[in-house]
T-cell receptor, first 114, second 114 residues
Framework: AQSVAQPEDQVNVAEGNPLTVKCTYS??????LFWYVQYPNRGLQFLLK??????LVKGSYGFEAEFNKSQTSFHLKKPSALVSDSALYFC????????????FGSGTKLNVKP | DAGVIQSPRHEVTEMGQEVTLRCKPI?????LFWYRQTMMRGLELLIY????????DSGMPEDRFSAKMPNASFSTLKIQPSEPRDSAVYFC????????????FGSGTRLTVV
């Protein structure tokens, strides 16, 4: 069965430092992977996706994600964190058969301190 | 496009009352999803539609919950009767067929049942 896991409930990082938010996945077929961000009192917003091609995917707001097939991971990264990046981040994977059904992780709260 | 539009943004109601949440998906999107978000349970898929037809309602918690999609531009989620444990943020999302684009979420309805 398809699933994603976000092993960290919370990540704390200082402004200007690099950040990583972890995600691992489990699928039967080819993975379609997504990252979303949720700011307080807002809906989830699409950040980036991996479908095929380069293992390093670039997205909105300077975020990127690295797809690693051998480790079944899709970690979200940013070279230099901003206080405004503080939010809740969700990883998601597409169902192997019902392509429009996604499985979301439990979310990771990112705290960027000045 | 104005995105996925949900109404109302906030709803406070008394236990036992009927509550109706509304959603207008993005024009041209074939799929519509209803999610519920709470601190305890995270993001839960309640039901989703394809071309106005309910495909999977296994996440609907009880018979008190019902959802309809009478046409391609409108969906409702109804709770009757409401209970305090239904208090949550309810999100609507829509998507194009294929699952390669990622969902677009609405801003959510914050429901408080007192």
């Amino acid at each position: 069965a398809q699933s994603v896991a976000q092993p960290e409930d919370q990540v704390n990082v200082a402004e200007g430092n690099p950040l990583t938010v972890k995600c691992t996945y489990s699928v039967s077929g080819n993975p379609y992977l997504f990252w979303y961000v949720q700011y307080p009192n807002r809906g989830l917003q699409f950040l980036l996706k991996y479908i095929t091609g380069d293992n390093l995917v670039k997205g909105s707001y300077g975020f990127e994600a690295e797809f690693n097939k051998s480790q079944t991971s899709f970690h979200l990264k940013k070279p230099s964190a901003l206080v405004s990046d503080s939010a809740l981040y969700f990883c998601a994977v597409r169902d192997d058969f019902n392509f429009n059904k996604f499985y979301f992780g439990s979310g990771t709260k990112l705290n960027v301190k000045p | 496009d104005a995105g996925v539009i949900q109404s109302p943004r906030h709803e406070v109601t008394e236990m036992g009352q009927e509550v109706t949440l509304r959603c207008k998906p993005i024009s041209g999107h074939d799929y519509l999803f209803w999610y519920r978000q709470t601190m305890m349970r995270g993001l839960e898929l309640l039901i989703y539609f394809n071309n106005n037809v309910p495909i999977d309602d296994s996440g609907m918690p009880e018979d008190r919950f019902s959802a309809k999609m009478p046409n391609a531009s409108f969906s409702t989620l109804k709770i009757q009767p409401s209970e305090p444990r239904d208090s949550a943020v309810y999100f609507c999302a829509s998507d194009r067929a294929g699952g390669a684009y990622g969902y677009t979420f609405g801003s959510g309805t914050r429901l408080t049942v007192v």
